[in-house]
């Protein structure tokens, strides 16, 4: 059985930090590239962060980067996002998510996947993150 599991999330003020942490089990997660998205109420999903299994090149989108780190533990089967300096905006649910195809472009892959969900091959539930005073 295939399963992703994020966890981490909560309440936080901004200018504040967390760190959220995807574990996965059924598959070996050094084959597979990673992704965070987000979705906010009434808004879109969004590509925030991927992260190639080949090389380790990473994509993250302009309103985080600076602010947000894509990690893993292969060892552990584990994916994380470090989120610095966190904005109200930034309030949404988070999820991981892997593909188990070995693409050069992750950046692309990102986009594609903010598009549609089809993009990815597995995804988790989401964690809820709240950025308020």
């Known amino acids: 059985q295939v399963q992703l599991v994020e966890s981490g999330g909560g309440l936080v003020q901004p200018g504040g930090s967390l760190r959220l942490s995807c574990t996965v089990s059924?598959?070996?997660?050094?084959?597979?590239?990673i992704g965070w998205f987000r979705q906010a109420p009434g808004k879109e999903r969004e590509g925030i962060s991927c992260?190639?299994?080949?090389?380790?090149?990473?994509y993250y989108e302009d309103s985080v980067k600076g602010r947000f780190t894509i990690s893993r533990d292969n060892a552990n089967n584990t994916v994380f996002l470090q989120m610095n300096s966190l904005k109200p905006e930034d309030t949404a649910v988070y999820y991981c998510?892997?593909?188990?195809?070995?693409?050069?472009?992750?950046?692309?892959?990102?986009?594609?996947?903010?598009?549609?969900?089809?993009?990815?091959?597995?995804w988790g539930k989401g964690t809820l993150v709240t950025v308020s005073s």
């Open positions: 992260m190639s299994s080949v090389d380790g090149t990473t």
């Open positions: 998510a892997v593909h188990g195809s070995r693409i050069s472009n992750v950046q692309a892959m990102c986009v594609m996947a903010t598009k549609s969900r089809g993009g990815m091959d597995y």
């Open positions: 059924g598959f070996a997660l050094n084959a597979f590239h």
